[in-house]
């Protein structure tokens, strides 16, 4: 699935993992990763599962976060 929302992907040393935030779905969405790639992967199968669920229940889906829009810049 191809979508255009934040994942944004930073280590942990209290959890000792990479540790992922989809803030579009809210400050308690989070997933992780023993390594960057699971960390990733792991993220866009959230993604899925949030958007399908969202579709599913007639819910509106968040607006997705431009670099423009955005106080977080790497």
Not at 46 to 68: D, Q
Request: aromatic share 8%; net charge negative.
């Amino acid at each position: 699935m191809n979508s255009h929302y934040t994942i944004i992907i930073q280590w942990s040393h209290e959890d000792e993992c990479f540790v992922v935030s989809l803030p579009e779905w809210g400050e308690f969405c989070h997933t992780h990763g023993d390594t960057y790639e699971e960390a990733c992967k792991n993220a866009q199968e959230v993604l899925e599962m949030l958007i399908e669920t969202a579709l599913e229940n007639g819910e509106s889906l968040p607006e997705p976060k431009t670099l423009e829009q955005s106080s977080q810049v790497a």
